[in-house]
């Protein structure tokens, strides 16, 4: 049984007038996605810079965000719920096509080893903060635990949760070129 995780907290710090360091926000962060069809599935888009280098006091545009892909020489911090997978295959393509059908319009998506296969030009750090998944490549597969780190290299790649309970994954998104 999946179990819902709490919302993704977002503290931002910034220089008040005097130019002393303070929190500016503490709140939930707002640009969150669910999706209908697969219950527990959560997309937290937490920030995003639109430029390297980021330029320090720019406000946070996660909201304007679309697709999966960073912006053009810029980056996101994405945190995702991922509620177990059915057991039964076609429901469980049903569920995770329909989460990544509006996705996939700036990546090329290929489903045949999971249905969640895709592949994007960027470099990705990908943080298990709760529960595990598996990293899916085309050839081989390995489980990730909470506090693994995986360094995601523009390759074709899927995320299985085949445990019981919900997996919740960091990943900060780098625009990058072959």
């Not at 977002?10 to 503490?26: H, L, P």
């Not at 090329?108 to 943080?127: C, F, N, Q, S």
């Not at 360094?151 to 960091?170: E, L, V």
């Amino acid at each position: 049984m999946s179990e819902t995780l709490p919302p993704i907290r977002r503290i931002v710090t910034g220089d008040n007038a005097q130019g002393r360091s303070c929190i500016v926000e503490d709140a939930p962060a707002p640009a969150v996605r669910t999706v209908a069809e697969r219950p527990g599935y959560r997309s937290v888009n937490v920030w995003r810079t639109t430029q390297t280098p980021a330029p320090i006091g720019a406000p946070d545009s996660s909201l304007e965000h679309k697709g999966i892909l960073p912006p053009k020489n810029g980056n996101i911090l994405r945190i995702i719920d991922f509620p177990p997978e059915p057991k039964d295959p076609a429901e469980r393509e049903r569920r995770i096509r329909a989460t990544f059908s509006g996705m996939f319009h700036d990546a090329t998506h290929d489903g045949r080893k999971h249905p969640g296969m895709h592949l994007t030009e960027t470099v990705d750090y990908a943080i298990v903060l709760e529960g595990e998944i598996w990293s899916v490549m085309d050839e081989g597969e390995t489980l990730m635990k909470a506090g693994d780190v995986l360094i995601q290299r523009g390759t074709n790649h899927a995320w299985a949760n085949r445990s019981d309970k919900t997996a919740r994954i960091a990943f900060v998104l780098i625009d990058g070129k072959r």
